[in-house]
């Protein structure tokens, strides 16, 4: 048909050629002839895109699309539950307290703005169990002290941020570490108020578990895992992304043509079959690119694991380790009250201090500062040497690290792969190490105790040689992302073979969102 | 070229017809263009 067309266009061309043009006679002729065939094109052109409209209304309607929004929020709320249940969890976790206090300590990367809504959350912690803080609770330092009594007067304010900026301004050039010691304050209490808190959140520990009707925290584990096995499985079912992503040119169909899926079928099988042949394999070549991700995020995580192990090796070190340090905080506090003393003499009639922060005030504040931060981390160590042991599996490592946000950001900061750190990055790890953990694909992370020698990679590539699957430990290991890619064009193109669109459709949905929709969209030719 | 083979071609056989269409038309409208110039 084509050659047919090619043939009609060449005579058209050959009958304009020979035409004369040798006077206007002959021009005017010629120009009539030239626009008779335009017109003639033209109304080809319009039926045959009127043509192509159809056929991309038809294939545009096979993609399916679903909605797993609610599935997402639910996920949400179920993690939410999760963090409030982890038996290593005290209210400082629970509550949130762990990143308000992240966020504190690096205020010099925030805005004031960010700093002050971060103080009326730490407010709220408390005043969720029933605990009403006032600028007296906030006598750490005078300057503290002088910052919080303008946060209280104005806190209903509408003009509070302004009122903020200027009480800022005044307390930082006397003290511009007055940040840290809010910051401390807010330990301070919330040690002094840990009894009170732990009451509420135990009973909102009781009711979260009856709401959800498990009686422990593995049983939400694995409401978890299966909600996120439901999602990946939704997901599973839709085309609609899939062939959206040969739209967008992140895939290619080229690389779908029938040679290259068998190409990729024998990587993995070591048998001259057809494609049909072959596809009795995909549900375990499915399987084994479960298994080569879970590899990945077990190097991936590694880091974690012997930060663990270190800390349980050094475990005579650690004993009673937060007594200790709970001691040495109680004796530099003691000593920051005698300098709170002699500042306070300075103290003017409105409430506001004369004198700048003392060396001694500075020192004894940052020794605070770390021995507060020692005390966090010393209460996980002491929780780690007595629950972590050589009957510990891998999941017990993450899910503790996953519990207790401020070990996972020490462990990330001891990792050379994080060159700089801030909130959303350890966000990211955490809600990244949160899907590796509940991910109910895995089969290595429950069953391997964390002081086996074990070679993962080995362990995958032998279980698969007894279902007929040809691998070795580089492809599991080192040349995992060539093995995933080939892996994952056999599953995609089982998923689409057994969807009702091909790739010659495919083809051509790509081509008409690239040639025709865009430039005809403006002429009103198109429908879409 | 009728509808009737329009709708009949495969896909691939369209998107050609609508290039070699596309061809056409081009060069049709530059030689009017031309044509027109040369005779002022």
């Given amino acids: 048909m084509v050659k047919e067309y090619e043939e009609q266009i060449n005579a058209l061309n050959l009958l304009l050629d020979s035409m004369p043009k040798n006077n206007s006679k002959n021009q005017t002729i010629y120009v009539s002839k030239l626009e008779e065939s335009i017109n003639e094109y033209e109304s080809y052109k319009s039926m045959i895109i009127n043509e192509m409209n159809n056929r991309y209304m038809v294939y545009n309607s096979k993609k399916h699309y679903v909605t797993i929004d609610e599935d997402e929020k639910e996920l949400k709320e179920l993690l939410d539950h999760l963090i409030l249940v982890l038996p290593i969890n005290t209210p400082f976790e629970k509550s949130g307290l762990d990143k308000i206090i992240y966020n504190l300590r690096h205020y010099y990367d925030d805005s004031l703005i960010n700093i002050t809504n971060n103080i009326k959350k730490a407010i709220n912690v408390f005043k969720s169990s029933n605990i009403h803080l006032n600028a007296k609770d906030f006598d750490y330092t005078p300057y503290c002290n002088e910052f919080m009594l303008c946060f209280f007067n104005n806190i209903d304010a509408e003009d509070f941020d302004s009122k903020m900026k200027i009480a800022f301004e005044n307390v930082y050039w006397k003290c511009p570490e007055v940040i840290k010691h809010i910051e401390l304050n807010i330990m301070f209490l919330y040690v002094r108020y840990k009894r009170k808190l732990e009451k509420h959140y135990s009973k909102i520990v009781c009711n979260s578990l009856k709401e959800l009707n498990c009686s422990d925290s593995y049983e939400l584990v694995d409401i978890i895992s299966n909600k996120i096995g439901e999602i990946q499985t939704k997901e599973n079912e839709e085309t609609g992304k899939l062939i959206d992503s040969f739209i967008t040119n992140v895939r290619k169909t080229s690389e779908f043509k029938e040679k290259n899926i068998i190409e990729s079928y024998k990587l993995f099988v070591d048998k001259d079959l057809s494609l049909d042949e072959y596809k009795i394999y995909n549900n375990d070549l499915e399987r084994l690119k479960n298994s080569i991700i879970e590899n990945q995020n077990y190097l991936k995580y590694q880091y974690i694991v012997e930060n663990i192990k270190k800390i349980i090796e050094q475990k005579d070190q650690y004993k009673n380790i937060y007594k200790t340090t709970y001691k040495a905080v109680s004796k530099c506090e003691k000593i920051l009250k005698k300098i709170n003393k002699q500042v306070k003499k300075s103290v003017k009639k409105d409430g506001s201090l004369i004198i700048k922060a003392s060396p001694l005030m500075n020192d004894t504040i940052n020794e605070l500062s770390d021995l507060y931060r020692e005390l966090s981390y010393h209460r996980l160590y002491e929780w780690l040497i007595s629950n972590i042991n050589e009957n510990s599996t891998l999941f017990d490592c993450l899910r503790f690290a996953y519990s207790c946000f401020s070990f996972l950001e020490k462990s990330m900061k001891n990792n050379e792969d994080f060159e700089s750190l801030d909130i959303i990055k350890i966000d990211d790890e955490h809600d990244e190490l949160a899907k590796y953990l509940l991910d109910p694909y895995n089969n290595v992370l429950k069953n391997v105790y964390i002081n086996q020698k074990i070679d993962i990679p080995l362990i995958i590539c032998d279980h698969y040689k007894i279902l007929n699957i040809e691998i070795d430990k580089s492809s599991v290991s080192d040349d995992s992302e060539k093995y995933i890619k080939a892996l994952d064009n056999i599953i995609i193109y089982d998923k689409l073979s057994k969807s009702n669109i091909d790739f010659d459709e495919i083809d051509f949905l790509v081509y008409y969102e690239k040639n025709i929709k865009n430039t005809e969209k403006e002429e009103g030719k198109v429908i879409a | ?40």
């Fill in chain 2, 1 to 40: 070229m009728d509808n009737e083979k329009i709708k009949t071609a495969t896909n691939e056989e369209l998107i050609e017809i609508f290039e070699e269409t596309e061809k056409i038309i081009k060069k049709l409208n530059e030689d009017k263009k031309k044509m027109e110039k040369d005779n002022g």
